[in-house]
């Protein structure tokens, strides 16, 4: 069974940071691209950040240039998304996103809110 679960979001203040994990089961983890997406309410969903299978390769949204980082760690079947210096406007729902191909998996997200 194809499982992305996500966690490590929660209320934080402007300024801090989080550490979001999504944890992959049930396919080849490694030869697929993982995306995080957010969705801030109201609005469209959006592209946050891309690594490739292999971890080699990252892409990132301008608004979380030099703030968020991606990672993953193949041998744990995970993805992260380090957020530092988190602002109001990055508070959304966040989905993690596994594609190869023409296959997409999808977690059901974890929730930041950063307010003071």
């Known amino acids: 069974q194809v499982q992305l679960v996500e966690s490590g979001g929660g209320l934080v203040q402007p300024g801090g940071s989080l550490r979001l994990s999504c944890a992959a089961s049930?396919?080849?983890?490694?030869?697929?691209?993982v995306n995080w997406y957010r969705q801030a309410p109201g609005k469209e969903r959006e592209l946050v950040a891309t690594?490739?299978?292999?971890?080699?390769?990252?892409n990132y949204a301008d608004a979380v240039k030099g703030r968020f980082t991606i990672s993953r760690d193949n041998t744990k079947n995970t993805v992260y998304l380090q957020m530092n210096s988190l602002k109001p406007e990055d508070t959304a729902m966040y989905y993690c996103?596994?594609?190869?191909?023409?296959?997409?998996?999808w977690g059901k997200g974890t929730l930041v809110t950063v307010s003071s």
């Open positions: 049930g396919f080849t983890f490694s030869i697929y691209m």
């Open positions: 996103n596994a594609r190869r191909l023409i296959i997409n998996y």
């Open positions: 690594i490739s299978g292999s971890g080699d390769s990252t």
